[in-house]
């Protein structure tokens, strides 16, 4: 199962509403988690089962959709939100992560 | 708290091999399948492999499947990747990470660089 990210990269200002999507190349109903890392660290786990939001996350990142489609949202851009984003599908082996999307400042 | 510790990195020929090893602790080991995902330099997140809790069943990616061999003790919470017949392209940090519900990965250690060069 291939997954795309759209945007690859993503300039926006604090406060700003961001949407980030995840498609992938076959049906994965709800398996599908998103992470974001930033430079020299390791990724952290922010939505998992498509919507379901990890324990300790800030309530304004949600995340929606099934089957091929998914949407990461950010209701207001906060500063340590500036990072790259993936997702990574659990439907099926391999596991796969999509290429990811910058979020920088504007 | 939970803490993944990998260790075992290094410079290695091409051919060559490698072990790598993640230790747990501050959590029930054995009640959780784990993961490790690689990072080439300035590249995104490649995930490698998977093991169930108990050790019964293994995956790959295709990209290492036949020359990595992803293992297990329970009795030493300790996570380990073996690396065979390492090639240029294997050069990357290796995490490894826990599995949540089959559904993420949750937790997540520094990682461990690989770098196979002459």
């Known amino acids: 199962i291939q997954l795309t990210q759209s945007p690859s990269f993503l300039s926006a200002s604090l406060g700003d509403r961001v949407s980030i999507t995840c498609r992938a190349s076959q049906a994965i109903s709800s398996r599908l988690a998103w992470y974001h890392q930033k430079p020299g660290k390791a990724p952290k786990l922010l939505i998992y089962a498509a919507s379901t939001l990890q324990s300790g996350v800030p309530s304004r990142f949600s995340g929606s959709g099934s089957g091929t489609e998914f949407t990461l949202t950010i209701s207001s851009l906060q500063p340590e939100d500036f990072a790259t984003y993936y997702c990574q599908q659990f439907n099926s082996y391999p596991f796969t992560f999509g290429p990811g999307t910058k979020v920088d400042i504007k | ?113 690989v770098t196979v060069s002459s």
């Not at chain 2, 490649?46 to 790959?60: H, K, L, M, P, Q």
């Not at chain 2, 297990?72 to 990357?92: P, V, W």
């Not at chain 2, 940090?93 to 461990?112: A, E, L, N, P």
């Open chain 2, 1 to 113: 708290q939970v803490q993944l510790v990998e260790s075992g990195g290094g410079v290695v020929q091409p051919g060559g091999s490698l072990r790598l090893s993640c230790a747990a602790s501050g959590f029930t080991f054995t009640g959780y399948g784990m993961h490790w995902v690689r990072q080439a330099p300035g590249k995104g997140l490649e995930w490698v492999a998977f093991i169930r809790f108990d050790g019964s069943n293994e995956c790959y990616s295709d990209s290492v499947k036949g020359r990595f061999t992803i293992s297990r003790d329970n009795s030493k919470y300790t996570l380990y990747l073996q690396l065979n017949s390492l090639r240029a392209e294997d050069t990357a940090v290796y995490f490894c990470g826990r599995d949540w519900h089959g559904s993420g990965i949750d937790y997540w250690g520094q990682g461990t660089l």
